[in-house]
């Protein structure tokens, strides 16, 4: 067949045309000895007529073992390219011979002088047509079924919900220029051979494909014109995807760390907690030892003293303790909340975070500010008391 259509072609470019369809091609044609062999093989293949035409009055057929007595000489040729299954006069003719689907990778289009087996820079019309073709192909492996008679297929696709979504293939040539800048099919397809997840992917994809035509049409052209959109909700939704799959181990983690600062605040709670009864006690203590006649001047000094170091002891070291050690936390949690802020799944955790944050957090920072109330308080008494019985019993006695 190679032989046969590389033969067509050579003669087809020499030939001073004179009429072309479909079904055949005609025109004049000087036989030279460098051409020749091509319309031997058309004789082998029984789609040629070659008629002389020296003597008007006397047109008679040229059989192939009289060709050679033609060298140098114009004839006309009717070479009947219907019966060459890969020969199309027009791209039109091409089309309707493939439209779904390249039947043959050897192929010539007359029309726009394009042979397969030649190197070419480029041709726009075959450029864009296998594209297409790439993307027919690309949904026919996406498909639940599909329905093809003649030049008319769908593809069908099930939802979960027994509703079906069809695509119509339908296309004409002027349509092929839409295609000029469609990509993305073959990493799609490597992402779709990972062993691991392709599944996944394949069913995001068709998700988002299902739902665009749902939201939009189910015409072909629509999805070639809208593709880089789809290409962007299927990017988006594996994201989701990832965060979604990853989110249990997040979650466990999350939930640790979680604890673990509900671990601390409470711990700051029994600190804060005890603090606000054991204060009072130790300060009633120190109140108990003072000398209330007033002749024991030195001892009162002394307890006055060790209630100013008691006071420095819990002001300074315990308490102060205490609001770093909740500042630490609330660092924590909000390094933890801008962690996680990016991904959308996990915003219940983020909001039992800041709720955390707010009210937990915020519970402890009004205990410390108690415990700091009664602890000025008290000492304020210790020293009231001291001026006291300095004041109007020791130096009157």
């Given at each position: 067949?190679?032989?046969?259509?590389?033969?067509?072609?050579?003669?087809k470019r020499l030939l001073d045309l004179k009429e072309a369809d479909s079904i055949c091609i005609k025109g004049f044609f000087v036989i030279t000895q460098s051409n020749i062999e091509f319309i031997e093989v058309m004789y082998d293949n029984n789609i040629i007529d070659v008629l002389s035409i020296g003597d008007p009055d006397n047109i008679k057929?040229?059989?192939?073992?009289d060709i050679n007595h033609f060298i140098d000489e114009k004839v006309h040729l009717e070479i009947r390219t219907g019966g060459i299954n890969c020969y199309?006069?027009?791209?039109?003719?091409?089309?309707n011979g493939n439209k779904f689907k390249l039947k043959?990778?050897?192929?010539?289009?007359?029309?726009?002088?394009?042979?397969s087996e030649e190197p070419t820079i480029g041709n726009d019309f075959v450029n864009n047509y296998n594209k297409n073709i790439e993307l027919i192909d690309f949904l026919r492996s996406l498909s639940h079924t599909n329905y093809l008679v003649g030049n008319q297929l769908k593809y069908y696709f099930y939802r979960i919900s027994n509703s079906i979504v069809e695509i119509d293939i339908k296309y004409s040539v002027q349509d092929l220029d839409f295609f000029s800048e469609l990509e993305g099919f073959q990493e799609l397809k490597n992402e779709f051979s990972d062993p691991i997840s392709h599944k996944d992917k394949k069913e995001l994809f068709i998700n988002e494909l299902v739902n665009f035509?749902?939201?939009?049409?189910?015409?072909?052209?629509?999805?070639?014109?809208?593709?880089?959109?789809?290409?962007?909700?299927?990017g988006k939704s594996y994201k989701l995807y990832l965060a979604g799959f990853s989110f249990e181990k997040i979650k466990t983690s999350s939930n640790e760390h979680f604890q673990k600062l509900l671990d601390r605040i409470y711990d700051s709670i029994s600190?804060?907690?005890?603090?606000?009864?054991?204060?009072?006690?130790?300060?009633?203590?120190?109140?108990?030892?003072?000398?209330?006649?007033?002749?024991?001047?030195?001892?009162n000094i002394v307890i006055l003293v060790l209630s100013v170091l008691f006071f420095v002891l819990i002001w300074h070291i315990l308490l102060k303790n205490i609001k770093e050690s909740i500042d630490v936390i609330e660092e924590d949690i909000e390094g933890f909340i801008i962690l996680i802020s990016t991904v959308a799944?996990?915003?219940?955790?983020?909001?039992?975070l800041e709720n955390l944050k707010m009210k937990s957090i915020k519970k402890q920072r009004n205990k410390l500010?108690?415990?700091?109330?009664?602890?000025?308080?008290?000492?304020?008494?210790?020293?009231?008391?001291?001026?006291?019985?300095?004041?109007?019993?020791?130096?009157?006695?």
């Open positions: 067949m190679k032989e046969l259509l590389n033969s067509v072609i050579q003669v057929n040229i059989f192939k073992e199309f006069e027009t791209i039109n003719d091409f089309l043959n990778e050897l192929f010539y289009i007359a029309e726009n002088d394009y042979y035509i749902e939201n939009n049409s189910s015409e072909y052209l629509t999805i070639v014109k809208n593709w880089k959109t789809i290409l962007n909700y299927y600190k804060v907690s005890g603090y606000i009864f054991g204060i009072p006690i130790g300060f009633i203590l120190l109140l108990n030892y003072f000398d209330y006649t007033g002749l024991l001047i030195f001892k799944v996990l915003n219940p955790i983020k909001e039992k500010k108690i415990v700091k109330v009664i602890t000025i308080a008290i000492f304020a008494l210790t020293v009231i008391v001291f001026s006291y019985i300095f004041l109007d019993i020791s130096i009157y006695l």
